[in-house]
């Protein structure tokens, strides 16, 4: 009986050993942003220095409290440090640990703390994050050192990160300071934890504009940002949409689209149609219990394009014994095309092979005297943001040259007569 009570006694404390390291696991999401896993902790302590004979200390309102508040689960609690007013050597601190397995070297550890209220020290005065192991310091960062007058050292709530190069099991917020003290300062800490995750996500890259001839294919990136391994957010996906009107719609893979669910999007075999068009990407993450998404800025689609060549006219008809000279030629309709235009006539005495006229780069041409019957026709072609298309071409006139167009008349001197009758 005495063995199954102890045996029982034992399990009891392993379930409540277990029970708070499960506790101290949980995920959080913090009211300021982000959400965290709690350090696994199973021990705190707090110590205020008030009246001391060695070291010499003599301070009012001094307050270390509720050091089990920085790993438990209500993320608005906190453990508090008050250094209190007075004089002398007046150490105070607040701390967790374990008494598990040491917490790893060079793993990062997130503290939620806040400073509110100032100091008035005519004294040198220290708050540190102090780490242990086994009861001797082996790391520390400064909160903030002060030496003679400090007349402010509030600090709004906030992540401080802090990596400790050696193993540790006891990490403390600690304060002391050395002379005379007038400090009406507060410092909390709200949550110590093992792993942050970042709210909103970062993107490392971002989409961006892009030009493309009609028909041609390009892509678009966004990368959500994972340069530090504890605050890489967990389950990343993507989804790329397009803005239809003011509503952002998501694609799906296709004959134009492909990884729309990727953090590359292609875009292929792109029609004239999708000039102009805007995308961008959603990006959504979990950590453990807590999610989150980010949109990603803006990406423009220009696609360059001669959409229509436009017309000129219209075929003529010129003499060699007037003249040869053709009327200049205009354009009966405009191209239509969705950068800056830049025009080359051509000329043909075949309708076959043409061949481009010197100086002849506007949208309307005025050709010298032909010597044959010609055709001329006019390529147009489109510069947008540096891409250039080929040129696309208009109609054929035709210009025919006669060699003789005034109507000739056949004059005579010739009388005719008649002889007298005889009779």
């Known amino acids: 009986m005495k063995t199954n009570s102890i045996l029982r006694y034992i399990f009891m404390a392993l379930c ?12 959080v999401s913090l009211p300021m942003g982000g959400c965290g896993r709690l350090l696994d902790t199973n021990t705190s302590a707090q110590y205020a220095n008030f009246i001391t004979i060695f070291p010499p200390c003599l301070k ?4 270390a409290a509720n050091a089990n508040n920085m790993t438990d689960i209500d993320v608005n609690s906190y453990a508090s440090l008050k250094p209190g007013i007075g004089a002398g050597i007046c150490p105070i601190y607040i701390s967790v640990g374990t008494t598990g397995s040491d917490f790893p070297a060079n793993k990062p550890v997130y503290i939620d703390f806040s400073s509110e209220g100032f100091n008035f020290n005519a004294s040198f005065n220290d708050a540190s994050f102090r780490f242990f192991n086994n009861g001797q310091e082996v790391y520390s960062t400064p909160v903030g050192g002060h030496f003679f007058f400090d007349f402010g050292d509030s600090q709004s709530r906030k992540i401080i990160k802090v990596m400790p190069t050696v193993a540790w099991d006891e990490v403390r917020l600690s304060y002391s300071d050395f002379g005379i003290g007038f400090t009406f300062n507060e410092m909390r800490v709200y949550n110590i934890l093992s792993e942050y995750y970042i709210d909103p996500m970062t993107y490392l890259s971002q989409p961006s504009d892009r030009t493309v001839p009609v028909g041609g294919s390009t892509t678009m990136t966004a990368v959500i940002s994972n340069t530090d391994i504890d605050e890489t957010p967990a389950n990343v996906t ?3 949409q397009i803005l ?4 952002w719609t998501n694609l799906t893979n296709g004959v134009n689209y492909s990884n729309v669910t ?5 875009i292929n075999n792109i029609p004239a149609g999708f000039n102009n068009n805007q995308y961008r990407v959603v990006a959504k993450s979990s950590f453990h219990t807590c999610s989150f998404q980010a949109n990603s800025n803006t990406g423009r689609l220009f696609v360059n394009a001669v959409n229509d060549p436009g017309t000129i006219g219209a075929d003529q008809t010129v003499c060699l014994d007037i003249s040869s000279d053709p009327a200049a030629f205009t354009q009966t309709a405009a191209a239509q095309l969705t950068g800056t235009a830049s025009y080359q006539w051509q000329s043909s005495t075949d309708n076959v092979t043409f061949t481009n006229i ?13 010597t044959q019957t010609t055709y001329y026709r006019r390529g147009v ?4 943001n ?9 109609n054929v006139v035709k210009v025919t040259l006669k060699k003789s167009c005034l109507i000739k008349c056949i004059i005579t001197n010739r009388m005719i007569t008649a002889k007298p009758n005889s009779n």
């Open 358 to 370: 010197t100086n002849a780069t506007s949208a309307t041409y005025d050709a010298l005297a032909v």
């Open 381 to 384: 072609r489109s510069t947008l």
């Open 386 to 394: 540096g891409d250039v298309t080929a040129y696309q071409y208009s």
């Open 60 to 63: 009012v309102g001094a307050v």
């Open 238 to 240: 993507y989804q790329w």
């Open 244 to 247: 239809n009107g003011s509503t």
């Open 262 to 266: 990727s953090s590359t999007l292609n």
């Open 16 to 27: 409540l050993l277990v029970s708070n390291k499960m506790i101290s696991q949980e995920m």
